[in-house]
């Protein structure tokens, strides 16, 4: 998948080998449902069987239902008759939305934050693969690339290999007003019946919140907010080297007021994005580069059991 490039080392760069693996540790995920948001022409779902059908429930014997599909074990339990019913399986759909702006490729615990976002992904695409949904990318802000949905491991796979190929293309200053991105993304959703959204918040514009809300009408949608330790709460007393396009600085911070100002600058954009996501009512999670992303991917995405 990554021709003639050595690994990442997990750090500053994505490791693909670390991502693929992160796949052994979702078990088997189940995804709770979601309803798809589009205008549909009648109200009543069909009770049928066959292949793409999922349970939907038992019920007592009626005349003229087929006798192939008795519900054995309930009716020795009962005494009565009863029969199984289904109902059409509609294939969820998953699109990631990964932020790849340059502000992405800083931290200064474990990981830059580019590296703990390519992991939420990986980990969202294994969690809709061992759910039997499809999962698909769009890259933003630095790098724009586009991943087709795909299912099963190959779709995992895939979409691991390309978080380790966007990650090794030159950083650009490029950027891109996350309103933008929200508008591209619902002409890209069409079947999607979830949205992740994953950023440091810094591309958070006034227009994001009216495109955000014409997405939720669309698509159930969480946002995960991953952040530095110094953007989320301030630092102890200390001079803190900080490099930048090679040239390289100490900042001195003594003072709490300097401290708490400090913090609050570098953290402006995931407060940004935290704000907007829960003033509209979507779930929103905000990690740093040290976090395990696994708890809040589940929770962002409705898991309902068998993980490990």
């Known amino acids: 998948m990554l021709p003639n490039r050595v690994d990442g080392d997990g750090r500053t760069q994505v490791s693909l080998a670390e991502l693929i693996a992160l796949g052994t540790r979702v078990g088997r995920a189940?995804?709770?449902?979601?309803?798809?948001?589009?205008?549909?022409?009648?109200?009543?779902?069909?009770?049928?069987?066959g292949r793409g059908m999922d349970y939907a429930e038992s019920r007592v014997y009626q005349a003229g239902d087929d006798v192939r599909r008795l519900d054995w074990r309930l009716t020795a339990r009962s005494g009565k008759l009863h029969t199984k019913l289904f109902q059409e399986e509609r294939e969820g759909q998953l699109l990631i939305l990964l932020d790849t702006n340059a502000s992405l490729r800083f931290g200064t615990r474990v990981r830059f934050k580019s590296v703990q976002v390519a992991r939420v992904a990986a980990i969202a695409a294994w969690l809709a693969m061992r759910a039997g949904e499809r999962v698909g990318m769009m890259a933003f802000g630095g790098n724009d690339r586009l991943l087709r949905p795909q299912g099963g491991a190959h779709g995992a796979l895939s979409a691991c290999g390309a978080l380790a190929e966007w990650d090794a293309l030159p950083a650009t200053d490029r950027s891109e007003p996350l309103s933008t991105v929200l508008l591209r993304a619902r002409r890209l959703q069409h079947g999607a019946s979830r949205v992740l959204l994953?950023?440091?918040?810094?591309?958070?514009d006034g227009e994001a919140r009216r495109h955000l809300l014409e997405l939720k009408a669309r698509a159930d949608i969480g946002v995960l907010v991953v952040a530095d330790a110094l953007e989320r709460e301030p630092p102890p007393p200390g001079r803190y080297p900080l490099e930048h396009d090679g040239e390289r600085r100490d900042v001195v911070l003594l003072g709490e007021r300097q401290r708490r100002e400090f913090q609050q600058m570098l953290g402006s954009?995931?407060?940004?994005?935290?704000?907007?996501?829960?003033?509209?009512?979507?779930?929103?999670?905000?990690?740093?580069?040290?976090?395990?992303?696994?708890?809040?991917?589940?929770?962002?995405?409705?898991?309902?059991?068998?993980?490990?």
């Open 269 to 308: 954009g995931p407060a940004r994005l935290e704000a907007l996501a829960r003033g509209v009512g979507v779930r929103c999670r905000v990690i740093d580069t040290r976090d395990d992303p696994l708890p809040a991917v589940s929770e962002l995405l409705g898991v309902t059991g068998g993980r490990r």
């Open 30 to 49: 189940k995804l709770a449902a979601t309803e798809s948001r589009a205008a549909r022409g009648g109200s009543q779902s069909s009770r049928l069987f």
């Open 198 to 204: 994953l950023s440091d918040g810094f591309s958070t």
